[in-house]
């Protein structure tokens, strides 16, 4: 049910953990299932140096959150922008359908982070919206495959 990817991420997860005096934190629920999490982030010079997460959540929330911070990290902040749930349940080789609500997770969080980011520094970053709530279950609709 479960590629390798995902299961090696969810025994082994990477950048888990906090960082203190973050630059930026992003915590966000699915309203789906109550889980949470919170991303960390370190940014100099518009580039994340670092990222961790915690994850109260699902196996599935954990592997996404691993690959996620995997992915981010040495990018510059419009790199991560772009870097969608779609793209980290790819690197994963694939998610179950049921569990694709929970890659969601991970791109909010980052979102959220990097908005506080921008509000703790002054900045406005382009078609970044303020974090929301919770995640709603009409979004996993997003990854059709
Ligand atoms: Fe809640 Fe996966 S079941 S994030």
Redo the contacts with the bound molecule.
Sequence with gaps: MYSEKVMDHFTNPRNMGEIENADGVGTVG?A????I?RIYLKVENNVIQDVRFKTF?????VATSSMATELVKGKTIQQALEITNAAVAEALDGLPKA?V??SL?AEEALHAAIWDYAQKNGIVIEGLEPPKEDIHEEEEDEDED
């Design positions: 699915n789906k299932c109550g889980d999490m959540g699902c196996g599935a929330a569990k609500h929970c997770l």
